[in-house]
Structure formats: C-alpha cells, structure tokens
C-alpha cells in the first residue's frame, strides 16, 4: 500500500493537491471504511473513488472479458491478413520470427498497461490513468491527447477489420472467378455491409453482448485448432528448415537489417487493441484482477494460436511466388496445401467469421451517456459507425491513403500505451501507484522504462515506405496523418478542451481501501 508520507513527498500528485484526503494507517483506515458502508459493492465504491459514477451493469464475467480481448485481437486471424508484405520484407523467415519478436514487443507494451490499469480500472483506460500520473501542471492536456488518440485509434482498428472483411471476400470471388476484378465502390459496400452486420448486436439485443462475445472467443479458437489440423494433415510436401531460416528473400528494396525491422512492425499487428478488455472495467466484478488476467491471457492465447499456425503455413507452402502475386495471399496458401478449391474456401471463410466477430464492436468509452434502457453508449456508439463510414469514402479516393491509415492504427494505440508508462517511469512508482491487486514489482519499472522506447524505436520504421524505390503507389501517409491527427487534437484543445474539459478526482484513501479486492 502506498503511504501517506510517501505521496506527501510528491509535489505534484498529492492528494494534498487534489483536495482530498490522505490514507493513514491505524484509525483513518476505520474511518474510511465506515464511510464505505452505504456502496454496495467494493467494485462500485473503487469506482466512485476515481471520480466516476456508476452507470453500466456489471454484465462480463472474466471469461466474457477474455471473450472481448481475444474475439477483438483475433492474433493467428489478424495475421493471416497482412502476413503478405512479411514474405516481401524478408521470406518465410520474417513471417515466423518477426511474429516471435513482435511477441515479445507487444507483451512488454501490454504487461506494464495492465499493472496501470490494475490500479486505476475505469473504462476511460489511458485517458484516466494519464491524467492521474501526469504532473499536475500538464495533466489536462497530457489526458485531453492521450484521450483523443486512443478514441481515433480505436475507430481507425475497427475500421481496418471491417476494410479485411471488405477484401477477403472480394479475393474469395476472385479466387473463383479470376475475371473478376472488383470496384473500389463494391469494395466499399462491403465494407459497409460489414460494420453494420457486426454492430447490430449491439442495437438489437445489447444484453447478449456478452455471450456474444464468449462465442466470439469459442470461434476464433475452434477455428484454429480446425485450420491449423486440416494444414497438417492436408499438406502434399514439407519445406526444409533451411526455407525458414534462410535470410535474404526479401524483395521490397529495403536493406535485411530495415526490412526485418519493418517486418516486426507489420507483424504487430497480430496483437493490436490489447487493451479491449480495460476499456469494460466497470462493467466486469473484480476488475483490478480480471482484467490484467484478460488482457495477458489474450497475448498467451494469440501467441499460441498464431506462432505454430504460421510455423506449419511456412513448412507447408509450395509456390512462394504465386503467394506474393496473389489478391489474397492466405488463400493462396490454403490452395496450396489443400489443392482444393473447395477447402480453401471453407477455412478462408471460417478466417472471415472470425473477422466479423474481431472488430466488429467499435468502442466509445469517451462519451458519458448511456442509455437507460439499452445499457449501452448509444450516441457515442452510432457516432463510432459514422465516423466508419466516411472514413471508408477514403478507399474511394485512394487505396495507399487508406492502407497507411490501417498500418498506423496500431502506432496510434501503442503510443497511447506508452504515455502512462512513461510517465510512471520519470515519476516513481512508488510514489504513484496505490495498493493494486496485479503488481509486478521490478519487472513493472522494466516494462515501464522499455515500453516507450520500444513503441519509439518500431515507431520509427512504421512510418517508412513499404518497398523501394519509393512512388505514388507505394507511399507511406502513416506521419502525415499522424502529424495531421495532432494537428486537429491541438485544435480541439485551444478551442474546446483547454476550457471545458475536466478530469477525475481521485480519492486516494477510498481507492486504497478498495484496492487488492
């Protein structure tokens, strides 16, 4: 438990400061907790103490939480998607090993969140914690940024999944009927057809989200264990581990030591949106515990069902270079394997179920009202869905825009990740950091410390062009719209939130009471 003497020593995030009092042992902590004694619950009285009232039931379980997070990342389905341009990077090689580091990238991102979000659960996720961590003079628009990225973040992830669904169907009917070629037009209706089919549960019957969600979870994994049985099974021949590890197969222009980095940085995004299931922490008992176990159990299930599928695909594969000619380079694969077009077309579909299930639910945690009567975000929900749609009007103007968008949303998110930690890295932890049921200890400081430099460093080369040498076709727009995306969060800012916006108040005697339970 942190102290009082200890957080009186930091001049910026006292509870002093905050207006508010100061948890003491011995008889404060009687007093505090007689206090307590008209909340209900532990979880609701946690809440309060961080500024927030009640407003959602606590409909999830921990397995519907672990149902969110994993139906959303969807690793082995999210990877089959843009494993193409690993191939191009550098081979089978980049694919299997730079999905192995990017593993481990992520985990380290994702591990630190957790310990954060075990301390502060509130479904405001970064936002909440950066306007408690950051120094009190920057807090407002250190939270007001975070806030905003991770919102636009959020929109421009779901936005990928449904444009994933949008081209794999296209390439499955290409696949059968090779004169056809669709139109960007028909792509986007798709697309809309898409995002409407998978956020309908949410209008129609928001009560079985929830089990929607634990299904979501069944049929991504079920999916696995059948696709990844049919690859071995099926299989005509087998690759010699020289074609896995073989270096120098890349064929983008880029040096080996770039390219493999850019392969880890595509290779993320296999893991993007691992913090689904913070962003539902007042709606889950326990969520201190529940949701660090969600959030590190869906990276353990990603790892295990992405790495040995793609482990098997690259053994299995027989023609490299149809696979790099392909519209739809994992239904390429499937053919190989199978030499049926017919199978192919069964796990290609069961691949796009899961994308329906993985990205279908935008998320809208920064708007206050939640109806009554459908016990969800309404508003904020249906403006998710607009900003969806015209974001795809975008695909019209021009695939390579729109592409950049989609590889950056994972960027966006990481660095929303990174703040709080970075952060509570230059502050002290001990000095920031109440009572939490999920505590790492020294590890937490190294994830801290390396969470930031990480995003930084992968950061970097998410922002380089694809391939070499660089034309109109092959441009990277990731820092553009990124600088242009700070532009219009600036903007906000002077106009609007400067003024108006407001973040919580923390009762840090409550929290502390309330934590560890």
Not at 475 to 503: D, H
Request: charge should be neutral.
């Amino acid at each position: 438990m942190v102290g009082g003497e200890a957080r009186l020593k930091d001049a910026d995030i006292t509870a002093h400061e905050e207006g508010l009092p100061l948890l003491l042992d011995g008889d404060g902590s009687d007093v505090a907790l007689e206090s307590l004694g008209d909340v209900h619950t532990l979880d609701d009285a946690q809440l309060r103490a961080q500024g927030h009232e009640v407003a959602l039931r606590r409909s999830f379980s921990p397995l519907s939480a672990l149902g969110l997070g994993f139906s959303i990342t969807a690793s082995w389905a999210g990877y089959l998607s843009n494993f193409g341009q690993n191939l191009i990077y550098g081979g089978p090689q980049n694919v299997v090993f730079g999905l192995l580091v990017a593993t481990v990238v992520q985990w380290i991102i994702t591990l630190g969140l957790s310990e954060v979000a075990s301390a502060f659960p509130s479904a405001g996720g970064q936002y909440h914690c950066t306007y408690i961590l950051a120094p009190t003079k920057h807090k407002k628009f250190a939270a007001f940024t975070v806030g905003w990225m991770t919102l636009l973040g959020w929109w421009v992830v779901t936005c990928s999944g449904l444009s994933l669904c949008a081209i794999s169907v296209a390439g499955m009917i290409n696949f059968w009927h090779k004169s056809f070629e669709a139109a960007r037009w028909q792509v986007y209706l798709i697309y809309l057809a898409s995002l409407f089919l998978t956020a309908a549960p949410l209008f129609l019957s928001p009560k079985i989200v929830p089990r929607f969600v634990r299904a979501a979870l069944y049929l991504s994994v079920t999916g696995f264990f059948v696709i990844f049985c049919m690859v071995l099974g099926l299989r005509k021949s087998t690759q010699p581990g020289s074609f896995i590890t073989r270096s120098g197969q890349g064929t983008s222009g880029w040096n080996p030591g770039t390219a493999w980095v850019l392969g880890v940085g595509n290779a993320l995004y296999a893991y993007g949106a691992t913090d689904g299931a913070i962003h539902i922490a007042e709606e889950i008992p326990r969520p201190g515990k529940n949701i660090p176990l969600a959030m590190n159990l869906t990276m353990a299930i990603g790892f295990s069902t992405a790495f040995p599928l793609f482990l098997a695909l690259m053994f299995s594969v027989t023609d490299l270079d149809a696979v790099l000619n392909s519209s739809l380079p994992s239904m390429e694969v499937f053919y190989q394997i199978t030499q049926s077009r017919s199978l192919a077309t069964f796990m290609m579909t069961w691949v796009l179920l899961t994308y329906y299930s993985k990205r279908g639910l935008p998320f809208s945690e920064f708007f206050s009202h939640v109806s009554v009567s459908q016990n969800f975000p309404v508003r904020a929900t249906a403006l998710s869905i607009c900003f969806c749609c015209l974001y795809g009007l975008l695909y019209l103007a021009s695939t390579t825009a729109f592409n950049s968008i989609v590889t950056g949303a994972i960027l966006y998110l990481n660095i929303t990740y990174a703040v709080p930690q970075g952060i509570l890295a230059t502050r002290g932890r001990k000095a920031s950091l109440p009572a939490r049921a999920f505590d790492l200890g020294p590890v937490g400081l190294a994830c801290n410390v390396l969470s930031p430099l990480l995003v930084a460093f992968i950061g970097t080369f998410i922002c380089f062009p694809p391939q070499l040498p660089v034309a109109a076709d092959n441009m990277n727009y990731t820092p553009v719209i990124l600088a242009g995306l700070f532009a219009v969060i600036l903007g906000l800012w002077y106009t609007r939130g400067a003024k108006n916006f407001r973040g919580p108040q923390i009762d840090w005697e409550a929290l502390n009471l309330t934590a560890c339970r």
